[in-house]
């Protein structure tokens, strides 16, 4: 069993700057991808940005240059630095990451997905 708890949302002008936290929980024995996705309303859920186990990374061409992933290995934690903000920008965000559990002495490992529950961002003019 595994928990994704975010933090940071908020209510903030345009121009303004927000930083999201998901800290990672629970049974598993590493994480390989962390990321951020969003779902505006009426709108599909959208990838955000993504950091791998390695530290690359990923944005969305519409986050570029405005929003930073980063991620520290020994909290099991992905942060979300969103500067520039604009009214388009408001969504939930939700946290996502691929856990990894090795289950035989082979090291075979079962890995899944796991969601946590989103946190609202809105921007306003």
């Known amino acids: 069993q595994v928990e994704l708890a975010e933090s940071g949302g908020g209510l903030v002008r345009s121009g303004g700057s927000l930083r999201l936290s998901c800290t990672a929980s629970g049974r598993f024995d590493s994480i390989d991808n962390m990321g951020w996705y969003r779902q505006a309303p009426g709108k599909e859920r959208e990838l955000v940005a993504v950091?791998?186990?390695?530290?690359?990374?990923n944005y969305a061409d519409n986050v570029k240059g405005r929003f930073t992933i980063s991620r520290d290995y020994a909290k099991n934690t992905v942060y979300l630095q969103m500067n520039s903000l604009k009214p388009d920008d408001t969504a939930v965000y939700f946290c996502n990451a691929k856990f990894r559990r090795i289950i035989n002495v082979e090291g075979a490992a079962r890995t899944w997905d796991y969601w946590g529950k989103g946190t609202l961002v809105t921007v306003s003019q």
């Open positions: 950091i791998t186990s390695g530290g690359s990374t």
